[in-house]
């Protein structure tokens, strides 16, 4: 089984890097039985409003992953407690609306399993994300094998600790949130495949995607002041996994991170 993950989706860069981006794995004659991607970012960099709900329709992908920014624009809840392709980190306490997982079936009838996690080390101090997902591989029958994991979370360490956790336990744990993609994938001897970050889906001429001269006064002026979405240079970053059908376990993990031709200046 192909497994496609796609890294964060930062506003209408992000959403035309992906357009361009799976045209040009089409071309390659690259098949996916399964397309998770991370959609915090859709709405210009903060969270998922109408306009990017509609334009991530489009693209029809099997599951939706998200992190902190999923609660910033309050038009999520149209989506978030019915679109059961719409995940949001499991962990965060009793009471919030959405799915924090969800089992889904291919057209093949191959049963795969989406988790969504959020880390603490620099974050919000929600609950421990390592029990949350004993709790939740508990909940999932024996029937389902295959198990992906988007740790959403921030520091390298905390996101590699998670892939030893649950090494023997779930087919990949992918990282996502620092929007940096990084070259350590591997296959842990459990069968996990792990990456710390899967990068970022946008304008590269940036700040891990915001203008870069908004991201250098916060740096220079030691003050908050209103980040802007960057809109030049996109780029499509993601990872592509192979699982065996049978056992679940990971036998290959791939970066990609293609440039896309005339990424001049968009609307964030």
Not at 37 to 47: I, K, L, P, Y
Not at 236 to 256: H, P, W
Request: glycine content about 10%.
């Amino acid at each position: 089984m192909r497994v496609l993950f796609i890294g964060d989706i930062m506003g209408n860069p992000g959403i035309k890097a992906v357009t361009e981006g799976l045209a040009e794995l089409k071309e390659r004659d690259n098949h996916f039985d399964f397309i998770i991607a991370n959609v915090e970012n859709a709405a210009a960099g903060f969270g998922i409003n109408k306009d990017a709900w509609d334009k991530l329709s489009q693209f029809n992908f099997d599951c939706m992953t998200s992190g902190n920014h999923i609660w910033d624009r309050p038009e999520v809840n149209k989506y978030i407690n019915s679109e059961t392709r719409l995940l949001r980190p499991a962990n965060y306490p009793l009471g919030n609306p959405g799915f924090g997982w969800q089992v889904y079936e291919t057209k093949n009838a191959l049963k795969v399993a989406v988790i969504n996690l959020q880390g603490r080390v620099y974050m919000q101090n929600i609950d421990c994300p390592f029990q949350t997902a004993d709790k939740i591989l508990g909940e999932i029958s024996d029937e389902c094998k295959i198990i992906i994991v988007d740790f959403h979370a921030d520091a390298s360490s905390e996101k590699q600790a998670m892939g030893w956790y649950l090494d023997g336990r779930v087919s990949a744990v992918i990282g996502t949130h620092t929007h940096v993609q990084t070259a350590e994938t591997r296959v842990l001897p459990g069968g996990c495949g792990v990456i710390t970050d899967v990068g970022m889906c946008g304008a590269y001429d940036s700040v891990i995607g915001m203008q870069i001269e908004n991201a250098l006064f916060r740096f220079l002026k030691g003050r908050t002041n209103r980040l802007e979405l960057a809109t030049h240079n996109s780029k499509f970053a993601a990872v592509v996994i192979d699982i065996d059908e049978a056992g679940g376990k990971c036998v290959s993990i791939e970066r990609l991170l293609l440039d896309i031709p005339s990424s001049g200046d968009l609307e964030g």
